[in-house]
C-alpha cells in the first residue's frame, strides 16, 4: 500500500556532496516521522514536527529535511568521508488510510560511495 522511492545515490570523491531523496506514495492518512539508516545505525530523523537528530558521526556535515507537501525526507551530505560508504535505507513511519495503526516503511536503498 506504502511505496518508498530513493534517490540520489551515487560515487563522489572524499568532500564531495550529495543529496539523497525518498518520497513516499500509495495508501498514507498521515506520515510520522521519516529518516535515513545505514547498516545498523540511524544516520538522521526528523520528526513531524521538525525536530531532528543526528548520529554523531555526521553531525555538522548531514542535514535532513522534509516536504510535508510532497510525502518527501531529504538528506543533504556534505563533506563526505570514505567512512559514509554504505547503502542507505530510507525509514518512514506513517499511518495508513484507513488505519489506526503505526506502520514502519523501508525504502530499497540508495547506494553511497566515497572514494578516498
Known amino acids: 500500500q506504502v511505496q518508498l522511492v530513493e534517490s540520489g545515490g551515487g560515487l ?11 518520497v513516499a506514495s500509495g495508501s498514507i492518512f498521515r506520515i510520522s ?8 545505525e540511524l544516520v538522521a530523523s526528523v520528526t513531524e514536527d ?11 556535515r548531514f542535514v535532513v529535511s522534509r516536504d510535508n507537501a510532497k510525502n518527501t525526507v531529504y538528506l543533504q551530505m ?8 554504505a547503502v542507505y535505507y530510507c525509514h ?25
Not at 518512514?92 to 578516498?116: C, D
Open 12 to 22: 563522489v570523491q572524499t568532500g564531495g556532496s550529495l543529496r539523497l531523496s525518498c
Open 50 to 60: 521538525g525536530r531532528t537528530n543526528y548520529a554523531d558521526s555526521v553531525k555538522g
Open 78 to 85: 556534505d563533506s563526505l568521508k570514505p567512512e559514509d560508504t
Open 92 to 116: 518512514v513511519r506513517a499511518f495508513g488510510l484507513g488505519s489506526n495503526r503505526v506502520h514502519t516503511y523501508w525504502g530499497q536503498g540508495t547506494q553511497v560511495t566515497v572514494s578516498s
Open 33 to 40: 516521522d521519516m529518516g535515513w539508516f545505514r547498516q545498523d
